[in-house]
């Protein structure tokens, strides 16, 4: 046990230094991620022009909501894990880990966890300069219960993020390019995980259909946790209920992937 311990804190620390190379990237990304909040607040603030509220939440809570979203895109997101998985299996990269007493899922899910570490805490540089700006703006729901139920929903949505992402970079061993599926995923993805507008504003109908797929447990479940928007321990229960199960779904589809993919794989480089 210790062993195993021992040998994915390695590739961790490996992780973060690899990352810690590119941390300007990282940071630059964060900051025009600034430009894209300013966006927010200028489009939303036009959307609240002569009314108090919009699906029953002020200004300032819907602009914490997209802050909050913004800093957790950096913490749980996946990036560019899939096509990280896509390249190692083009170039017979994962051949090494055939022979190797090396998880290729753990290892990528250790690397993910170190590449998130390190673009979270440098995300946090430029909210945490603009903040005097936009705290007047925000308004924090007090600490509770949600934010200790925010902790496993926080886990469990970057597991999530990081299995779609391992899956889609599957697809290599079956299709050549997965360009095409990864776009038409991080376009619903964007639109289902409440990253264009939160989901309270979708009729009710269509929130309830979109609860019961795992898009909605990606961003918009642990930001409504943290923000407020789901305030009744049944919802918050049963999110995390649907969470897990997700979590073990996309898991089993990543394992059953991998070993299918495996008998297409001819072994060459690496």
């Given at each position: 046990?210790?062993?195993?311990?021992?040998?994915?804190?390695?590739?961790?620390?490996?992780?973060?230094?690899?990352?810690?190379?590119?941390?300007?990237?990282?940071?630059?990304?964060?900051?025009?991620?600034?430009?894209?909040?300013?966006?927010?607040?200028?489009?939303?603030?036009?959307?609240?022009?002569?009314?108090?509220?919009?699906?029953?939440?002020?200004?300032?809570?819907?602009?914490?909501?997209?802050?909050?979203?913004?800093?957790?895109?950096?913490?749980?997101?996946?990036?560019?894990?899939?096509?990280?998985?896509?390249?190692?299996?083009?170039?017979?990269?994962?051949?090494?880990?055939?022979?190797?007493?090396?998880?290729?899922?753990?290892?990528?899910?250790?690397?993910?966890?170190?590449?998130?570490?390190?673009?979270?805490?440098?995300?946090?540089?430029?909210?945490?300069?603009?903040?005097?700006?936009?705290?007047?703006?925000?308004?924090?729901?007090?600490?509770?219960?949600?934010?200790?139920?925010?902790?496993?929903?926080?886990?469990?949505?970057?597991?999530?993020?990081?299995?779609?992402?391992?899956?889609?970079?599957?697809?290599?061993?079956?299709?050549?390019?997965?360009?095409?599926?990864?776009?038409?995923?991080?376009?619903?993805?964007?639109?289902?995980?409440?990253?264009?507008?939160?989901?309270?504003?979708?009729?009710?109908?269509?929130?309830?259909?979109?609860?019961?797929?795992?898009?909605?447990?990606?961003?918009?479940?642990?930001?409504?946790?943290?923000?407020?928007?789901?305030?009744?321990?049944?919802?918050?229960?049963?999110?995390l209920g649907m969470q897990l199960f997700w979590?073990?779904?996309?898991?089993?589809?990543?394992?059953?992937?991998?070993?299918?993919?495996?008998?297409?794989?001819?072994?060459?480089?690496?």
């Amino acid at each position: 046990m210790f062993a195993v311990l021992a040998k994915y804190r390695h590739v961790f620390l490996v992780g973060l230094q690899n990352n810690l190379v590119y941390r300007w990237n990282f940071a630059i990304r964060a900051g025009f991620s600034l430009l894209h909040l300013a966006f927010v607040f200028i489009l939303w603030g036009a959307a609240y022009a002569g009314q108090t509220d919009i699906g029953g939440f002020d200004l300032r809570e819907t602009l914490t909501y997209f802050v909050t979203v913004l800093i957790l895109q950096f913490f749980i997101s996946a990036m560019n894990e899939d096509y990280e998985v896509s390249e190692e299996i083009r170039n017979g990269l994962i051949n090494q880990f055939l022979l190797k007493p090396v998880s290729y899922f753990g290892y990528r899910l250790t690397l993910f966890a170190s590449a998130r570490a390190v673009s979270g805490t440098l995300a946090l540089v430029p909210i945490l300069l603009a903040l005097p700006l936009i705290a007047p703006h925000l308004s924090l729901p007090p600490l509770g219960w949600t934010w200790l139920a925010a902790v496993p929903a926080l886990i469990l949505s970057a597991f999530i993020q990081f299995t779609i992402a391992y899956c889609f970079g599957l697809l290599t061993f079956w299709f050549l390019e997965i360009q095409s599926f990864i776009i038409l995923s991080l376009a619903v993805e964007t639109i289902l995980g409440g990253q264009v507008f939160p989901l309270d504003l979708l009729p009710a109908w269509l929130h309830d259909l979109s609860s019961y797929l795992p898009y909605y447990y990606m961003m918009y479940f642990p930001a409504a946790m943290l923000t407020g928007r789901i305030t009744e321990p049944a919802l918050a229960v049963q999110g995390l209920g649907m969470q897990l199960f997700w979590a073990v779904a996309l898991f089993a589809i990543c394992r059953l992937l991998w070993t299918r993919g495996l008998r297409r794989h001819t072994a060459v480089g690496g």
